[in-house]
């Protein structure tokens, strides 16, 4: 079963940018970002579906980007990249890589993400 390998967490001073990747060996229907910051509940950050389009909440529009590097190879190794920049000490949290394996996001949404990286942390200081 692939696996979800996150990586690029760290620490940042608030307007500061940080790179997040997720790296996997086989295509899906959606992959996206999630984080839980302090005290509140999980949230969806960002999703993209298999054509690569991708869709933003509202408290990241603007200073996140994603992007997709998919390798044509037998094995479908990608890794989705999370660019975060001006960075606000409220995007603390830990960062989670999510993805189904065939739904769209929309369905996914609705019936459960069934794979989950381990997570990495984010801190921002002011």
């Known amino acids: 079963e692939a696996q979800l390998a996150e990586s690029g967490g760290g620490s940042v001073q608030a307007g500061g940018s940080l790179r997040l990747s997720c790296a996997t060996s086989r295509f899906y229907g959606c992959m996206g970002w999630f984080r839980q910051v302090p005290g509140k509940e999980r949230e969806e950050v960002m999703l993209?579906?298999?054509?690569?389009?991708?869709?933003?909440?509202?408290?990241v529009k603007g200073r996140f980007t994603v992007s997709r590097d998919a390798k044509k190879d037998p094995l479908n190794n990608q890794t989705l990249h999370l660019q975060m920049n001006n960075l606000e000490p409220g995007d603390s949290g830990v960062y989670y890589c999510?993805?189904?394996?065939?739904?769209?996001?929309?369905?996914?949404?609705?019936?459960?993400?069934?794979?989950w990286g381990e997570g990495t942390q984010v801190t921002v200081s002011s």
């Open positions: 993209m579906e298999k054509n690569d389009q991708a869709t933003y909440a509202d408290f």
């Open positions: 999510a993805a189904h394996a065939w739904a769209g996001c929309e369905l996914a949404r609705r019936i459960g993400f069934g794979r």
